[in-house]
């Protein structure tokens, strides 16, 4: 899944909570749960000898999800 379609599917993830939020508000629980998930490998990373390209893409992905999840649409 492309960072683009993967920003979309937790926007409409997220919206479909049961509760309506709108696009600020959005925006701050994507970026608390991207924020989390990218702590998450870092912290994983650190159990890894050397430089692990798999956690490294994980990272890079996730922060390009956030970069689209910001985006102005």
Sequence with gaps: ??????????????KSLGFQVDRAMYRK???LMINKIILEYEDMSKYFDGNNKS???AVLYWK???QHTNDEV
């Design 1 to 14: 899944m492309s960072p683009e379609t993967q920003a979309l599917a937790l926007e409409i993830e997220i």
């Design 29 to 31: 629980i994507a970026n």
């Design 55 to 57: 956690i490294n893409n």
């Design 64 to 66: 390009q999800v956030k």
